[in-house]
């Protein structure tokens, strides 16, 4: 006889759809990351969230991916994919803190959202963008032109 584990895969919304927030400008998702933010980290330890959209850009949710250190924090690409595989996400966007204050894309900020971008294109899911928080402010990769 063998054992297997069973996998349960669970989505639960407490916010009705109707009440979903429309996320359709960088700015309307820094609002979002903003406000669900640990400010008093902001500039302590580097973190990686996203956050998960439907086909309307309305908000699903945000998920932690990841906390690091003051210089980076490992991000599981699979990680991304499950949740948003979960949630029935259309669209995902990426968020990270700087501690260091720097609101410039590293290379390493850039190669990750290519990498998460062309595995999102396999899975029919869009990256939307991909945005670096500092307790000043905001920068947007798609702002940008690097999605």
Known sequence: MFKVAEIEL????????????????????????NEYWDHDKIEFQEEFKILLLNRQNQALGIYDISKGGVAGTVVDVKMIFSAALKAHASYIILCHNHPSGNLNPSRQDIQL????????????????????LTSEGYTSLADKGYI
């Open 10 to 33: 669970i989505y639960r919304s407490k916010v009705k759809a109707k009440e979903r927030i429309q996320v359709s400008s960088s700015s309307a998702a820094y609002k979002v990351f």
């Open 113 to 132: 959202t290519k990498k998460v971008y062309e595995a999102g294109r396999l899975l029919d899911i869009g990256i939307l963008d991909h945005l670096i």
